[in-house]
């Protein structure tokens, strides 16, 4: 079917003050014209969800027209559109005019589906009258019953993706922080040129950007193809996740810091048996599918499960007995097969232990192939035991200090800084009396500098951070102590941060070959 489009963005305005656009389509093949809607603008100005069925098919007007509350003046604009559209196909593509088209032609709205209810039909009665009184009710929002139609077509544009996408942006949640602030301790710190002769910890904060929006609400993102893009890459682009920075604090080097990098292994282990069927299935699975019934998998689907810990995995979902038991077979003959080839002792015996459990625990007698092997013959089979990576893991610090206050001036740097991160680390509630959702707070980045102001390769480089605790300590001596305007002499605070990615091997890449790295 080669489908033509010969007007569009055609403009209705409904009863109700909406405005609905249409556009005609002919069917070069069939000399067939379709009038489909393509967007809907209600009165307040909201574009809402519209139906993709055609309004006209087969030389008739159905009854999804009735969905646009469109008055006489609307169907005749619509269809003067239509009948010139035909006029100007069978020009171009040089076939009949339909007879709908041509002028005195019958009203075509009398006799369609779309004005169906409105011609004087004796109603049926009993039960089949009444059902279809309630499904008139509830189509058309008679009496109290809810309005189907208006309530599906007038979903506001609900599956539209950006939907999510627009609710996280900045101004729809209160930020806390007006400007970029800059906040030192000790003040002398500040236009000194002790700056330049004392190491220091710079943490700076930049509004959290969430990692993956351009891909999920881009159709073309190719996710399939490549993955997730690695957002620690983002977070080193200035441009990227870190171009909306609200302040600094530079603070002297903690009391005490330590690193501790882990990842994750955990043990492994397959036995002979399992090995080999393994192999067999990797090596053959079209066989196995066949097996089981191809498109009884096919149908079962891939179910993406929710593991431990929240992580996703991967797994086929729903495969039904006579699939498993199939398959089950199939292993089976794979394993025997390859147990009993000439010479093989070792295989047998492990065969022979497997379906010796097997048939006394169909007996009721829970007796395993293990069992079997270590009392018959004091041996087991090899578990094959291996450590395997699991995953990396996301590197955790504190970092810990002492804030005296030595004046009024150094009292309220301290008060801002410690403001600064608590209000920084809280999430941000809605600035529109919206109270759906909240947002994820302020993340971070840390780097220790040297007396001149370059970073020190001497100590780890880090990525951006989530800071996932803050804790302070108004009394550090075990006594209150404080001025007469009732600061604290001095307060220590803890600074527990998570950086947001794992640290790759990769990362190291563009490092100098001194720099102790992340």
Not at 387 to 404: D, I, V, W
Request: aromatic residues 8%; negative net charge.
């Amino acid at each position: 079917m080669a489908v033509e489009t010969l007007k569009e963005g055609i403009e209705i305005t409904a009863t109700d003050g909406d405005v609905i656009t249409f556009k005609i389509q002919v069917d070069t093949d069939n000399n067939k014209y379709i009038v489909v809607p393509t967007s809907e603008v209600l009165s307040n100005g909201s574009k809402t969800f519209v139906p993709t069925s055609p309004v006209f098919d087969n030389d008739t007007w159905q009854q999804t027209f009735n969905y646009f509350n469109i008055d006489d003046t609307g169907r005749e604009k619509l269809q003067t559109q239509l009948n010139d559209a035909a006029t100007k196909a069978s020009t171009l593509y040089n076939f009949p005019p339909p007879a709908w088209s041509k002028p005195g032609a019958a009203d075509p709205f009398d006799n369609s589906p779309a004005n169906a209810n409105q011609t004087n039909q004796p109603s049926p009665t009993g039960i089949q009258g009444l059902l279809e009184d309630v499904g008139e009710s509830l189509a058309t929002g008679g009496g109290t019953q809810p309005n189907i139609i208006d309530t599906v077509t007038n979903l506001g544009g609900v599956f539209d993706p950006n939907n999510i996408k627009a609710i996280g942006t900045n101004d729809k949640y209160k930020a806390g922080f007006s400007g970029s602030k800059l906040l030192v301790y000790p003040l002398a710190l500040k236009g000194s040129t002790l700056e330049t002769h004392r190491d220091t910890c710079v943490i700076s904060m930049f509004n959290y950007v969430a990692p993956n929006q351009d891909e999920f609400f881009t159709s073309d993102s190719k996710i399939f193809e490549k993955g997730l893009t690695d957002s620690s890459n983002l977070y080193n682009d200035s441009k990227g996740r870190l171009k909306e920075g609200l302040g600094k604090v530079i603070l002297p080097m903690p009391q005490s810091f330590e690193e501790k990098r882990e990842v994750q292994y955990g043990e492994d282990t397959m036995n002979t048996l399992a090995a080999g069927v393994t192999q067999d299935v990797l090596q053959n699975q079209g066989q196995y599918l066949a097996a089981g019934g191809f498109g009884g998998l096919v149908g079962a689907g891939v179910g993406f499960l929710t593991g431990s810990g929240g992580n996703s995995s991967i797994g086929i979902g729903g495969i039904g007995g006579a699939a498993r038991a199939m398959i089950g077979a199939k292993a089976l003959v794979t394993g025997i097969q390859g147990l009993t080839t000439e010479g093989n002792q070792s295989g047998k015996a492990l065969l022979n232990s497997v379906m010796s459990s097997n048939i006394l625990q169909a007996a009721g007698i829970n007796v395993s192939a293990e069992t079997i092997l270590a009392r018959g013959a004091g041996i087991v089979p090899n578990p094959n035991m291996e450590l395997l990576f699991r995953s990396p893991l996301l590197r955790n610090f504190g970092l810990a200090y002492r804030l005296t206050a030595r004046s009024k001036s150094e009292a309220k740097e301290i008060r801002e800084i410690i403001r600064f991160f608590k209000q920084g680390m809280s999430p941000r509630n809605s600035s529109t009396g919206n109270n759906f959702f909240i947002k994820t707070p302020n993340v971070f980045g840390v780097e220790f500098k040297t007396t001149d102001n370059k970073r020190n390769i001497s100590l780890p480089k880090f990525k951006v951070c989530a800071l996932r605790g803050f804790s302070t300590d108004y009394s550090p001596d075990k006594m209150w102590a404080a001025y007469d305007d009732g600061q604290p002499v001095s307060v220590t605070i803890v600074l527990e941060f998570g950086e947001l990615t794992p640290i790759y091997s990769g990362d190291f890449e563009n490092l100098p070959e001194d720099d102790i790295g992340y």
